[in-house]
């Protein structure tokens, strides 16, 4: 029997554009906020994973070097996962075997972007292959844009309907944002400013993606010993997956998205989950662009593949819904990218353990957390729940 | 009592450059190493892969890019960035775990379309205190090279001596680049890079791809009769300002305590047979000797004179040439792993060593004057 892990404690930065503080200085705000979170001191801390984005974002390599004084890591065992948009969430993955493998009875997670330091855009045509898809498929806009049009066609799914289905997550999720105090933008969105906004690539607008931010967070995980030592809830760790497609983007169905739909399953299988849409009780879906996360919904078996827009505009995604997804506003609201999967399971765990305040989902027991990385290529998911 | 881990295959590659290309590199040791495990892809565990994005030929996420050929498509992945043998030690945290029965690990590093190391290591320079001075791992090393001198009196000979040792080493080792005998005269008349470094005292620029299995003790009594034991690790990060840390004696030394204490070792120099170390730098094994506990503070220069790290010593060091000879920035240490691994299993060929290895410690380093250390102990 593996050993079981928790997440005993968060801490994030205000995400936004923090002008205010060097880069060290951002990652030492989010650490030292998980060490006043859990009551723990850098010296309980038994190895320390560090992670970002590439290091075009902020023209800074191999960042654990530069931040191994912001991070309390100095004489620290270290790793350093890096999987592209899906980083935090690999951070978690890195720290939650770390623990299982007993090697570690506290791992410190941190995962970190200061986004306005570069060009996010031109980092990532930079994922592209140098030679075939580098000119054509720029940036991250006109990936999405072909896969959102691709699953509508798929689907025979009325344009309008997905315009209106992306516009409702839209506005749900900005509202949600005023609710989480760290969340980068706070603007009212009605559905009409969604659909009047400003086009990015078709189908999508400026209102269907999400903002550079400068962001940290920061998550320790500990062995049961030291969760039940701490006396106090504990989110623990019930299931892991991971899966990552082809580099060339018409390698892979991008609809019925196998990383997707199998990174789900790993973690359900372990976390003993048959009917996701009835027993999660939230999800932090990884939702850079409205359309998107709509696919992730039919991946992750939350409805039946072409349906997601009839169960968005019917409000079971809302707050108030079945399953509420993004209560934190998400990353629509706030992308931090090295961070953003991290912030993910930190969200999670928070409201399996009733500490999300006023973004909480009443009685959240179950909770998935998710991040998607490269052209549209991998896929990570964590599931905590409150009780082990 | 955590599981037991073995490696029961490997493969690699390497050189300067050569005409195949990334994919067709990584696709043939990944292979390699999968066959000679006698284990399909779909049947491996996890895969955790390791490479630099900003070493990576122009290429961001190299995940993205070389995920296919390392075999990991649609199956359970992570990479570590920098430190190949991160890699290695988080698969086999993860077979510890005993989440998974195997792991594949890949090293993937094409030296050949990355632009020189230095314009590389800038890169690790903060952008407002450090890179305007133009602070890189080379001109790191040269200071901490004067100190170390300065120090314990070490000499430029003894420091040379150390790319004598290894250049002709590297003569039995068909994947490093630069070898040949040269005298420590020669090695100290070659081109000077920051004083006191000249060339031959520093790593070349190479091409390195690496490919393990490794196996729970389970899995690795059905896939090998010679399963070589994971039997310590340890990593160590350093203080980020070179001004603020002590470079005479730095995190190797915890590095290696987290290993030794885990291979339950407590003399190094008897209970080691042979190590493989990162040493980008001639003098950085001098040093590396005394943080790793194989002789004391400032004995490293006698320790060479002496000849005990030989090939045909009592504690060979870099029976493969090392790194002075071939030097994949980020794969590196995997090759270190899997030349321990050859030679513990008397696969090494011309390089294999005169004295029975059964316990080899493998180290790797990057960052500015070793600011953050590998150390994993293998055994047969």
Same mark, same amino acid.
């Given at each position: ?137 720029? *940036? ?6 072909? !896969? %959102?049009?691709?699953? @509508? ?5 009325? +344009?309008?309907? #997905? ?86 983007? *018409? ?6 998205? !196998? %990383?997707?739909?199998? @990174? ?5 299988? +372990?976390?003993? #989950? ?115 | ?380």
């Amino acid at each position: 029997m593996a050993r079981a892990v928790a997440v005993v404690g968060v801490g994030q930065t205000h995400h936004g554009r923090r002008m205010d503080v060097s880069y060290p200085d951002l990652v030492r705000e989010a650490v030292v906020r998980v060490f006043e979170d859990t009551g723990l001191s850098p010296k309980d801390v038994d190895g320390v994973v560090s992670g970002t984005m590439p290091s075009m974002m902020e023209g800074v390599a191999l960042t654990h070097l530069y931040f191994a004084e912001a991070m309390q890591a100095v004489g620290k065992p270290i790793l350093k996962t890096e999987t592209c948009g899906s980083t935090g969430v690999s951070i978690a993955h890195t720290a939650f075997y770390w623990v299982a493998s007993g090697m570690a009875e506290v791992v410190l997670a941190v995962g970190h972007e200061k986004m306005y330091e570069g060009d996010s855009q031109a980092t990532m045509t930079t994922v592209l292959d140098p030679f075939y898809q580098r000119y054509f498929l720029a *940036g991250a806009p006109g990936v999405f844009s072909m !896969q %959102s049009q691709l699953w @509508a066609t798929r689907y025979k799914i009325p +344009q309008d309907k #997905i315009r209106d289905a992306a516009a409702f997550i839209s506005v749900t999720h900005h509202q949600s944002a005023f609710d989480n105090p760290y969340a980068h933008i706070k603007m009212k969105v009605t559905m009409e400013d969604v659909k009047n906004s400003r086009i990015i690539v078709y189908p999508i607008r400026l209102l269907d993606v999400c903002p550079n931010s400068d962001g940290a967070c920061a998550v320790i995980f500990a062995s049961e010993k030291v969760a039940k030592r701490l006396g106090r809830k504990v989110a623990w760790v019930k299931g892991v997956g991971y899966r990552g497609d082809e580099q060339f983007f *018409g390698d892979s169905d991008k609809v019925v998205w !196998q %990383s997707a739909i199998e @990174a789900a399953k790993q973690a359900y299988d +372990q976390a003993g #989950i048959k009917d996701p849409l009835k027993e999660l009780d939230v999800a932090e879906v990884y939702n850079p662009f409205t359309y998107q996360e709509m696919i992730f919904y039919e991946c992750f078996g939350f409805c039946e593949f072409g349906k997601a827009p009839d169960l968005v505009l019917r409000g079971i995604f809302s707050r108030e819904g079945e399953l509420p997804v993004c209560p934190s506003g998400g990353v629509l609201c706030t992308n931090p990218i090295g961070a953003t999967g991290l912030i993910r399971v930190a969200e999670a765990a928070m409201q399996v353990t009733g500490r999300a305040g006023e973004h909480q989902v009443p009685g959240a027991k179950l909770a998935l957390a998710h991040a998607m990385g490269g052209i549209d290529q991998f896929n990570g998911v964590m599931i905590l729940g409150s009780e082990l | 009592m955590p599981r037991k881990v073995a490696i029961v295959s490997v493969a690699q590659i390497g050189g300067a450059d050569s005409k195949e290309n990334f994919y067709d590199q990584a696709y043939r040791v990944v292979k390699e190493a999968l066959d000679k495990a006698g284990i399909s892809r779909e049947k491996v565990g996890c895969v955790v892969t390791a490479a630099s994005d900003i070493f990576h030929g122009g290429i961001s996420c190299a995940n993205a890019y070389h995920w296919d050929p390392a075999g990991a498509v649609l199956r359970n992945g992570s990479r570590q960035d920098a430190e190949s043998l991160f890699a290695l030690v988080y698969g086999a945290m993860r077979i510890m775990s005993g989440h998974y029965d195997t792991a594949l690990v890949v090293g993937l590093c094409k030296g050949s379309e990355n632009p020189e190391n230095d314009t590389c290591t800038l890169m690790f320079s903060d952008p407002f205190y450090f890179r305007p001075l133009g602070l890189n791992e080379t001109m790191a090393a040269a200071l901490q090279m004067r100190l170390f001198m300065d120090h314990y009196g070490i000499t430029r000979e003894q420091c040379a001596k150390v790319a004598v040792k290894n250049l002709r080493n590297a003569l039995g080792n068909p994947y490093a680049h630069r070898k040949g005998i040269y005298s420590a005269e020669e090695i100290l008349a070659s081109r000077p890079v920051v004083e006191p470094l000249t060339e031959l005292e520093c790593a070349p620029k190479s091409e390195g791809m690496a490919a393990l299995v490794l196996a729970s003790e389970e899995m690795a009594r059905k896939l090998t009769d010679r399963p070589v034991w994971i039997e310590g690790f340890g990593t160590s990060l350093d203080a980020y300002w070179i001004g603020d840390r002590d470079l005479l004696q730095g995190q190797l030394t915890n590095a290696a305590k987290r290993a030794y204490e885990m291979a339950g070792i407590t003399a190094p120099s008897e209970q080691i047979h042979l190590a493989e170390i990162t040493e980008p730098y001639a003098f950085q094994e001098l040093l590396w000797y005394e943080q790793l506990g194989f002789c004391g503070p400032g004995q490293g220069g006698k320790l060479i004179d002496q000849g005990v790290t030989e090939k045909g010593g009592l504690l060979p060091v870099n029976p493969s040439g090392g790194t002075l000879a071939w030097n994949p920035y980020v794969s590196r240490g995997l090759h270190r792993a899997i030349e321990a691994f050859l030679q513990i299993r008397e696969e090494a060929g011309e390089r294999q060593v005169h004295r029975e290895v059964k316990t080899a410690l493998v180290h790797g380093t990057h960052g500015f004057a070793g600011q953050c250390h590998t150390v994993v102990i293998l055994g047969s």
